[in-house]
């Protein structure tokens, strides 16, 4: 074969060996880039259908369960105020005040208790001053309503076991979700289970 027609098989094969390396070196960036971008967007949107805003039942005695509780009522709020680590006020649709505490779980008394304080800041800093879902189970003996509250499609009851702020209230709770959550804060040493003894609060309350 000519010198002359190898010049442009040669030149043909070089720039296919420099499309090659091009591949080899930047293609997997570029996935690996674009699979980062699209793990959180992938996680927001199963979060937002995991916590879209429910609707009661059609039917007459259909209720909503979230964590082994009936839901008998769901609206949106803003939350006014944080009186302790599981206490909250929020304005109801009708711009009315209402007292809630959060269901099935249970944090550190504010007065005396190691880590009531850091449960109420906890609280506060996810909810306070935020529009939130309250997800209504019924009303405890002092008159507050009993909730599940949503904030962002994050679910706050959750959210303080899972950090470690607070105690899943297995006296009235047999939930399997809240109970791992509160396991798994205990093995990774978060939050209150930091402290050398934690004492659960309603053995504190009866002790003092």
């Known amino acids: 074969m000519e010198t002359k027609n190898l010049v442009p098989l040669l030149g043909g094969v070089l720039v296919l060996a420099a499309i090659g390396v091009w ?8 996935w690996q880039l674009k699979q980062q971008q699209e793990q959180p967007r992938q996680e927001q949107q199963q979060e937002q259908q995991q916590w879209q805003p429910p609707a009661l039942a059609d039917e007459p005695g259909q209720l909503i369960t979230i964590h082994r509780k009936e839901i008998v009522f769901a609206w949106w709020g803003h939350c006014v105020g944080v009186t302790d680590g599981v206490t909250v006020r929020v304005l109801n649709p009708q711009n009315e005040s209402v007292k809630i505490r959060l269901e099935s779980i249970d944090t550190p008394e504010l007065k005396g208790q190691p880590y009531g304080q850091d449960a109420k800041t906890a609280l506060s800093d996810l909810i306070f001053n935020r529009r939130i879902q309250v997800l209504e189970t019924g009303t405890d003996r002092y008159g507050r309503v009993l909730a599940f509250l949503v ?8 959210a303080m076991v899972h950090g470690g702020h607070a105690w899943h209230y297995k006296q009235y709770s047999n939930d399997p979700t809240l109970a791992a959550a509160e396991v798994k804060a205990r093995e990774n040493k978060r939050g209150l289970w930091a402290l050398p003894d934690p004492v659960p609060p309603w053995e504190w309350r009866q002790q003092n």
């Open 23 to 30: 591949l080899w070196l930047f293609l997997p960036v570029d």
């Open 151 to 158: 904030v962002d499609y994050k679910h706050v009851n959750l």
